[in-house]
């Protein structure tokens, strides 16, 4: 099992930066790629951002990619989301996510971020 939790939320103005972070732990070793996902209030969950463990390239979600990236710290078990120039419709529930080689699928509990006008 792979336990996630995330942190760094908030809430900022529009044209502000947050950094989210994801700290993995128990059996990190059988990861291969952790990412972000996000809830908007009455939306559908909805990709944001991935990258794989072993060869750090990363994939973001084209209707973010200008304004968002994604880096991991592999000492740490960390995922970083550099979020810049935020708008409001980015405010949503953001989740950490963890996945093995196999079909093992872990989420973080989800922060709040919220970017006001």
């Known amino acids: 099992q792979v336990q996630l939790v995330e942190s760094g939320g908030g809430t900022v103005q529009a044209g502000g930066s947050l950094r989210l972070s994801c700290v993995a732990s128990?059996?990190?070793?059988?990861?291969?790629?952790m990412g972000w996902f996000r809830q908007a209030p009455g939306k559908e969950r909805e990709f944001v951002a991935r990258?794989?463990?072993?060869?750090?390239?990363?994939t973001v979600a084209d209707s973010v990619k200008d304004r968002f990236s994604i880096s991991r710290e592999i000492g740490k078990d960390t995922v970083y989301l550099q979020m810049n120039t935020l708008q409001p419709e980015d405010t949503a529930v953001y989740y950490c996510?963890?996945?093995?080689?196999?079909?093992?699928?872990?989420w973080g509990p989800g922060i709040q971020v919220t970017v006001s006008s």
């Open positions: 996510a963890a996945n093995g080689y196999g079909p093992d699928e872990y």
């Open positions: 128990g059996r990190t070793f059988t990861l291969h790629a």
């Open positions: 990258i794989w463990w072993g060869s750090d390239s990363s």
